[in-house]
C-alpha cells in the first residue's frame, strides 16, 4: 500500500571486488572476461543499483553471466556487505543460500531441517511441527534418514527448497531453483511458488529460465555489468531481452 516501507528497498548499491586480492587463477580470469577492471585492479560487480520490491510482487533478475545477479542476491540474503548505498530488507527472509550454507552435511534431513529452523531464528516446536510437510514436500524416499553428503546435488535443492518454502517467509529469495529437480518436482515447486505470490509474499528470482521468470513473475530486472539496464513488466523486459540476446 501507498506509505508503507516496502519488504526490499536498495538505493545506490555498489560492490566493488579487488581482483589482486581474488584467490584462483579462474576466479581472476572469469571475472576479467565479464567485466573491465579500473587500472587498480578493482572493478564494480554492482554499481548504483536502486529499486523497491512491494508486498505481493515476484521479481526476476535476469541478465548474462557476469552481469551481476548473484552478487545482488548475496547482497538481498546479507551475506554481501555492499561497498555504496542502503539495502533494507524487512520481514522474515528465506533463502536457499541461507539453507545451503546451513546443512551439516554428516546429518539427515530430518535433523537438518532443525539445525536450519535454529540457524533462521524459528523456534524448535514450530520447526518440528512443520517437519512432515518439509520431508514430504522434499520427497527424499530412504535417503531422508541417511546424511546430507550421499545426496545428489537435486536432492540436496529439494529439501533446501522445501524448507525454505515452508517456513513461510516474508521475503523469499531464489536462485535457479526450477532449473534443478525432475518434472514432477520442478511442477510442485511452481505450484509452491504460485502459493506465496498469493500470499502477497515478496520474490526475488534469479535465473536463465527466461520461461518461468515471465511465468511466475510480475515484473522483471536486466542486468547488465553490474547496472539495472531495464526494469518493469516481465513480459515487456524478458522479451527485449530476447530480441537483444538474438542479436547478438
Known sequence: MQGELPPILLEGIGVQYNLRLSKGRNLRDTLRRAYRPEPSGRFWALRDVSFRVEAGESVAVIGAN???????LQVLAGILEPTAGRVEVRGEIATLLHIGAGFDLDLNATQNTLLVGAFLGIPDEVMRAKLPAILAFADLGDFEHAPVRTYSSGMRARLGFSIAT???????LLDEVLSTGDAAFIEKSRNRIIELMQRARAIVYVTHDLESAAEFCTRAIELEKGHIVNDGPAPKVIAAYRKKMAER
Not at 66 to 72: E, N, R
Not at 166 to 172: A, E, G, N, Q
Request: glycine share 14%; no cysteine.
Open 66 to 72: 557476469g552481469a551481476g545477479k548473484s552478487t545482488l
Open 166 to 172: 515452508t517456513v513461510d517467509p516474508d521475503v523469499l
